[in-house]
């Protein structure tokens, strides 16, 4: 509970007991007036491929036009990818918080969506490697391993969370003999 905090930074104390690390960090402390509008609600929109969910009055109404776009347009790339059809419309929530680097699929795709992103992510390699998950469930098969979906998502997308060099990188991997073989990450 902050809300006897004065807005600006402040210091966090964190340790793991018994006996473990203690570390500080640092936060910034927005003041109360910078919080959504307590008038706001949920609001949707639909496009080609999905129902769209977002906040009234956050950054993802403001560029609602957009978004839509590049959601159509990332599900357009991952069906043709996949050649496989979307079974009915995703549904995707914009959210104006970030959590982990992003994004996330659970029965729907989660977006984070603020401008003060500070994950350093891009909005539509998000959408795009969520498409993948929701798309490579949709065509079946029981126990897939973690490893292999994730994979796939991060394949097809060219990166995780943004673009990545991902051939380049496994190739270092491999010169600096760091590279782990499937048959040894299947084992372990």
């Known amino acids: 509970d902050t809300k006897g905090l004065p807005a600006g930074e402040q210091t966090l104390s964190f340790g793991i007991q018994p006996d473990g690390p203690e570390w500080q960090e640092t936060v910034l402390l927005k003041p109360a007036s910078s919080q959504p509008d307590p008038q706001a609600v949920w609001a949707s929109t639909v496009t080609n491929c999905c129902e769209i969910f977002y906040i009234t009055g956050t950054d993802a109404q403001r560029d609602l036009k957009s978004l839509t776009q ?9 069906t043709a990818r996949l050649q496989a059809d979307l079974n009915g419309q995703i549904t995707i929530f914009f959210l104006p918080r970030l959590l982990g680097h992003g994004g996330f699929t659970n029965n729907g795709i989660y977006i984070s969506y603020l401008d003060e992103n ?40 060219g990166g995780h969370f943004k673009s990545e060099a991902l051939l380049p990188r496994a190739a270092a991997l491999l010169g ?12 372990d």
């Not at 590049?70 to 991952?78: G, M, P």
């Not at 600096?176 to 084992?187: C, G, Q, R, T, V």
């Open 70 to 78: 590049i959601v159509d347009q990332q599900a357009e790339d991952v």
């Open 118 to 157: 500070y994950a350093g992510n891009t909005t539509s390699q998000v959408i795009h490697h969520e498409l993948v998950h929701i798309l490579d469930a949709s065509l079946g098969g029981e126990m897939l391993p973690s490893m292999l979906v994730e994979g796939l998502a991060v394949y097809l997308s």
């Open 176 to 187: 600096m003999e760091e590279y782990i073989s499937l048959k040894k990450l299947a084992d």
